[in-house]
């Protein structure tokens, strides 16, 4: 069933982006009033924008985390990891218009202060469950591994990452997710990606531009979700 569901969704997806100008003209139909609006960048190109300033930062967020949680969890205090993670759930619930704002005086307006924004966002809630994921493998198992002989990287690397993907691979999941979305914010300050039509619609009181901005970005965030879905199923 999950192959079905991405099918679908990658389906929906090919054929509103490169098919959006039968959309517009069944739009028209409904709506024959709707005043013209002249398009300088094509939908394509404003997904690809979008996915760049989506992926970039959280995939760089990712190896920074990554990174730093298992850091913190070979040679760190369960004072630092528990920092670690009241920092990672501040994190998830600090508003990314906020970041974007105090980013622009600093990058200035367009693509950098919104991926800014998105790193951050991201880094916080990846290290927060990649310190807790570590931590909740179990001592048994720990114990084994270094009763065979293993030092604390090799611990690490053959045993300990993976059990705990599961619960890392959760806060990248919700960091991929929100950030798919949070980048049409980008927009406000001048970044590119699909933000452009949805404040042009908003602008214009013109529902099928929003439209046109939003669907491709719920889209892209169910084939997301659908994605970490089906690795779940299978551990299942």
Known sequence: ????????????FVLFVFGFG?????YSIIVPLRPAIVERTALYVLVWQHLVIALVPTLAALAISAASGCLLHVYGNEELKSLAISLGSIGE????????????PVLGYGNLPCMLALFIYAVLPILRNTVTGLSEVPRGITEAARGMGMDKFQMLFKVELPLAWPVMAAGLRIALIINISAA????????????????AGIRTYDILMVIKGTMPVLLMALFADSMFAGRSE???
């Not at 069933?1 to 929906?12: D, F, K, Q």
């Not at 039968?22 to 069944?26: D, F, I, K, Q, R």
């Open 234 to 236: 299978k551990r299942a």
């Open 93 to 104: 619930t600090f508003p990314s218009v906020a970041i974007i704002a105090l980013s622009v």
């Open 184 to 199: 049409t914010l980008g927009a406000t300050v001048g970044a590119g990606g699909l933000g452009i039509p949805i404040v």
């Open 22 to 26: 039968y959309v517009e003209a069944l």
């Open 1 to 12: 069933m999950i192959w079905v569901r991405r099918a679908a969704i990658i389906s929906l």
